[in-house]
């Protein structure tokens, strides 16, 4: 079964430092996401791509998260310089096209000490 | 602002017994309705979804009601069994003006007894 892919599974960091996350979504998906969920909440957007172009990013901290998704397929986030408060779990996913459902992978979750 | 809202933080039931959890949402132009199921560690899973042109939709043992006038939402879930424990997300989408983006509840988490 196809699933989405994302890489570190947990990543531990000192404040300050960059951190980057790895997304690759399920073959043939053009809309890619990138959601947080903070512990006790539901997920929230944070950026939005449709193939190789952002079409939602206006929950993006933009002044330390950075994402990209340069030839539509694969996508990395990254936070420089990392706050405690960006201690979370980051969630990927992927649809087939707007308008259908989502499927996420299995996370990365974010410790920043 | 939070558009959707779980009230409930927790909900537990018998095995065999319906499980309802309950999900509302402020926003009018939600028009695609969506519940997640994630176990502690792992991504959320897709469980079954409803169009605001229908009131229910049913899958094997989920089943989604759709309340627009009230914009209420739950998930029936029946018979419970002990694997369905988990943390259940409701979740919403404005196709029209928003396109595909996911606007979810706090979650419920949801414990199935032996």
């Known amino acids: 079964e196809a699933e989405v892919a994302q890489s570190p599974r947990y990543k531990i960091t000192e404040k300050s430092q960059a951190v980057a996350f790895w997304c690759d979504p399920i073959s043939g998906h053009a809309t890619l996401y990138w959601y947080r969920q903070i512990l006790g909440q539901g997920p929230e957007l944070l950026v939005q791509f449709q193939d190789e172009s952002v079409v939602d990013d206006s929950q993006l901290p933009k002044d330390r998260f950075s994402a990209e998704r340069l030839k539509g397929v694969d996508s990395t986030l990254k936070i420089q310089p990392a706050e405690l408060g960006d201690s979370a779990m980051y969630l990927c996913a992927s649809s087939s096209r707007v308008n259908t459902e989502a499927f996420f992978g299995q996370g990365t979750r974010l410790t920043v000490v | 602002d939070q558009q959707v809202k779980q009230n409930s933080p927790s909900l537990s039931v018998q095995e065999g017994r319906i499980s309802i959890l309950n999900c509302d949402y402020t926003?009018?132009?939600?028009?695609?309705f969506l519940w997640y199921k994630k176990y502690p560690a792992e991504g959320p899973t897709f469980l079954i979804s409803?169009?605001?042109?229908?009131d229910k939709n049913e899958d094997g043992r989920f089943t989604v009601f759709l309340n627009k006038s009230a914009k209420h939402l739950s998930l029936h879930i029946v018979p419970s069994q002990p694997g369905d424990s988990a943390v259940y997300f409701c979740a919403a989408s404005a196709r029209e003006t928003s396109g595909s983006r996911l606007t979810f509840g706090e979650g419920t988490q949801l414990t199935v007894n032996p």
């Open positions: 409803i169009s605001s042109i229908k």
């Open positions: 926003n009018s132009m939600f028009d695609y």
